[in-house]
T-cell receptor
Framework: DADVTQTPRNRITKTGKRIMLECSQT?????MYWYRQDPGLGLRLIYY???????NKGEISDGYSVSRQAQAKFSLSLESAIPNQTALYFC????????????FGPGTRLTVT | QKEVEQNSGPLSVPEGAIASLNCTYS??????FFWYRQYSGKSPELIMS????GDKEDGRFTAQLNKASQYVSLLIRDSQPSDSATYLC??????????FGAGTTVTVRA
């Protein structure tokens, strides 16, 4: 089984709909991250969490919210989806405080029409 | 200005040649650097990490770091078609976040 899983893997939704992307990990890592990837822009950080009680905004958090339900689960919500949120979304985990070595889930391809 | 910049590519090399990828960073507080490989439609996969000035070799991959020049590079020796992918450079700073470059796409011609 994969260490980091994301659901759904693909999603098409309409403008204005609320959508939740979920991430689960079995690596036992404390730190979890949500990124979006757009062609030519690389990976941009949306939110990150160092433990269940610690949630932080990344560089592009507007229009998104997150919930850290447990050490192993970190969900990303789009409260009212808009077309420019069409992107590939990745969850990542990180274990060692000093290493910054991140392990990525398989990604969710989200299309907002 | 983006914190991590990569030579945009794309880069095409013949099989067996050396592929050279470059990355510069603007945050002098960055201490740790990483190269991720991403196949089309897949998630990034960590292939190299480097923390000190100099070279670090792992198989056919060599990462080079020069903190004075704020420069990181990745050499892929004896390039194989399976090396065809996008390579992402990332830097970690004291705020425990990674900044990623936009990536360089490498194609190895058989």
């Amino acid at each position: 089984d994969a260490d980091v899983t994301q659901t759904p893997r693909n999603r098409i939704t309409k403008t204005g709909k609320r959508i939740m992307l979920e991430c689960s990990q079995t690596k036992g890592h404390d730190r979890m991250y949500w990124y979006r990837q757009d062609p030519g822009l690389g990976l941009r950080l949306i939110y990150y969490s160092f433990d269940v009680k610690d949630i932080n905004k990344g560089e592009i958090s507007d229009g998104y919210s997150v919930s850290r339900q447990a050490q192993a689960k970190f969900s990303l919500s789009l409260e009212s989806a808009i077309p420019n949120q069409t992107a590939l979304y990745f969850c990542a985990t990180e274990g060692h405080r000093l290493d910054y070595e991140q392990y990525f889930g398989p990604g969710t391809r989200l299309t907002v029409t | 200005q983006k914190e991590v910049e990569q030579n945009s590519g794309p880069l095409s090399v013949p099989e067996g040649a050396i592929a050279s990828l470059n990355c510069t960073y603007s945050d002098r507080g960055s201490q740790s650097f990483f190269w991720y490989r991403q196949y089309s439609g897949k998630s990034p996969e960590l292939i190299m990490s480097i923390y000190s000035n100099g070279d670090k070799e792992d198989g056919r991959f060599t990462a080079q770091l020069n903190k004075a020049s704020q420069y990181v590079s990745l050499l892929i020796r004896d390039s194989q078609p399976s090396d065809s992918a996008t390579y992402l450079c990332a830097g970690g700073s004291n705020d425990y976040k990674l900044s990623f470059g936009a990536g360089t796409t490498v194609t190895v011609r058989a």
